[in-house]
């Protein structure tokens, strides 16, 4: 195995194959510049590692991750009020801009493959889930969209209309390249478990039924690989939804990896087994990165607990646990090299075995 450097030079890792424990990242990018976020990303990257397109919220409203979903949403125009992203009945300025902010990115992605002798042979998308994305969109009367099962309908089959163009742009950005969709359900523990404030801030939204969110990701997830993704992963803040995973076919996870009981390593285990992918999410708490052998540990230790083959661990992916927006570029370089010190630590632990 073998990952490109900025410089254009090789790192030999321990596996010659595509078995093997790989980096990526959620998503979000310091800076506003997405010529060199992407340079830095397609260098950091390179094959058999995951690079994606980032979004910049550095920039401003728009390349925001509501936003940014947002402007995939090509029959529901929104525009931003104070208290956020709101639907409205016809497009503005706002939605223009997160609109320009993405077809930007699209185009800088398109150029930069262009110049690359050779290009990586993967690409991931991101946006929001529906559901966290609903928590986040309010109507017209100021209440969030998640209220009513309407808009929370309507703004899942406009997303997956969006999903497949996102796809299909990325496709033709960066041709030949195995795609992979990434949705973000950072708001699903509030929203399957009614903690999700109102508009007002004096009550809680109720509950989505559980069945729903199962529903709309597997809905998800069969329009994605209908528009070419080979994968599609599920990303959350915390593991408490592991079980309902288990219940959408074919897709993979990415949560934190340190705090996962023991009965959800068992889920995991299962989800593995299975063939799902787990995107092991790593905390760099206060800023710092941990011992790299702190961080293998934090899966090897669970992982021969629980009985799975070490050769088993080529299911996983390394991603920082957390967004790279809010430390800088040069943060974000670091918590990219310590992921990459960490798979070639279970890499090697794969090797011993």
Not at 4 to 33: C, E, I, Y
Not at 143 to 168: F, T
Not at 315 to 331: Q, T, W
């Amino acid at each position: 195995m073998s990952r490109v450097m900025p410089d254009g030079a090789r790192s030999d890792s321990v596996l010659p194959d595509s078995g093997a424990v790989t980096v990526t990242a959620l998503g979000d990018w310091p800076g506003q510049d997405p010529v060199e976020a992407l340079r830095v990303i397609r260098g950091e990257l390179g094959s058999p590692n995951l690079p994606f397109l980032p979004s910049l919220p550095e920039r401003g409203a728009g390349s925001d991750e509501i936003g940014r979903t947002a402007a995939l949403l090509a029959e529901l125009p929104v525009d931003l009020q104070p208290h956020g992203w709101r639907l409205v009945d016809r497009p503005g300025k706002d939605l223009r801009r997160a609109v320009s902010a993405l077809s930007t990115d699209v185009n800088v992605l398109a150029d930069l493959v262009g110049e690359e002798e050779r290009p990586a042979d993967a690409l991931k998308v991101h946006c929001r889930g529906p559901l966290s994305l609903a928590a986040n969109l309010h109507l017209h009367n100021g209440e969030r969209a998640l209220i009513d099962y309407g808009a929370r309908r309507d703004l899942r089959d406009a997303l997956l209309d969006g999903v497949a163009s996102l796809l299909h742009r990325a496709a033709a950005a960066s041709p030949g390249a195995k795609l992979t969709l990434q949705l973000d359900e950072p708001e699903i523990a509030g929203v399957l478990g009614g903690g999700i404030p109102t508009a007002s801030g004096y009550r809680t939204l109720r509950a989505v039924p559980e069945q729903e969110a199962v529903e709309a990701w597997t809905l998800l997830a069969e329009g994605a690989r209908s528009a070419g993704a080979s994968a599609v992963v599920l990303s959350f803040r915390t593991p408490e939804q592991l079980a309902l995973v288990q219940r959408v076919p074919g897709v993979g996870v990415a949560v934190p990896a340190g705090g996962v009981s023991t009965r959800q390593w068992e889920t995991l285990s299962e989800l593995i087994e299975g063939g799902r992918t787990l995107w092991a999410g790593v905390r760099f708490a206060g800023g710092s990165a941990p011992r790299v052998q702190e961080t293998a540990d934090v899966l090897l230790r669970p992982w021969r607990g629980i009985g799975l083959a070490l050769d088993s661990l080529g299911a996983v992916r390394l991603v920082p646990a957390d967004g790279l927006s809010e430390h800088g570029p040069d943060h974000a370089r670091r918590v990219l090299a310590h992921l990459h010190q960490s798979a070639d630590a279970l890499n090697q632990a794969i090797a011993d075995a």
